[in-house]
């Protein structure tokens, strides 16, 4: 016992250390590909968001701007170092959390693997925008996702609260809890009403939220349809083969990968219509699923491709 607890402790101590170099990487290319952090633009969003004198919805998201306001007054930092310690901060938790998420089903080195190409794809997503709930939304999206596959329904419910007062996105969520679940020999009704008995409290947050900032106008308005299905090539790029990995020998992945996938287009759809496509950061709480998918079907395609030199 104490030997497999030392060894846990030194596995800790290299995934902190692996993900914290990954999160330094991707927190300077962020800062380098967006000026707008030290142009004057970030220190008077985040005035302005105090005030409540902000476009929705990035007023709704109050913990983008109070995460780092309580760093604000905590640490005496200034309102950039405040922001750049946040996303640090997430983006380092999200790397250690989804190593130990994909631990479940892979390896040490297939974990770190998984980690990396997300951290690529992390990079990809990167313009120069002002979206700093994207950190904790990455995070707590993990954490719902992992708290389903566990089965830890009131964790579940408490997470998907916090992640909805820092990011709507989140309640897509409930979805897959819902198609998880699903079992025909069971009362879908019951099913059901659990789903929505787990999922209202963040529902209710949000409506709260949203109906507080009713009056200020959508930011870069609600309706982009028509322009995101002539930019579907930047949807594609995103993750490029990765879109397609995930359902080769997909009757072989788990049930919970399965049902996941199956709950893409819930996702996609609305932010086809209400997104704005070219903002590619929007699917990256997909790589989640799509990643350790992806995993399973390049370790199937090896194993097959061993066998079948063996029987050469």
Known sequence: MK???LEGMRLKLWVSIIT????IIIVKLKLIITPSWFSGA??????LLLDFNFTNNEQSRLFQFFIPEF????FKIDIIKAYILQR???TFLTFFAFFYFCKKWFNNIQSFICVFLFGLVMIFTFKNHLQESAALLSLTFLLTLWLIRDKKDWLFALVLVIGSINNETILFVPAI???YNFDLKKSVFKLSMRTILLALPAFI???IIRYINIDRPHLGGAWHLIDNLQKLDRLIFIYNIFWILPFIYFKRKNLFLRRSLLTFPLFIIPHLITGIISETRQM????????PASMFTLLDIIEKRKQKRLLK
């Open 71 to 74: 760093f604000i007054t905590i």
């Open 20 to 23: 914290l170099v990954l999160t």
């Open 88 to 90: 640090a901060l997430f």
């Open 177 to 179: 809890y819902f198609f």
């Open 205 to 207: 947050v949000v409506g």
């Open 3 to 5: 030997i497999n607890a």
């Open 284 to 291: 990256l709480p997909l790589g989640f699923i799509i990643i």
């Open 42 to 47: 970030l220190e008077n969003n985040h005035k």
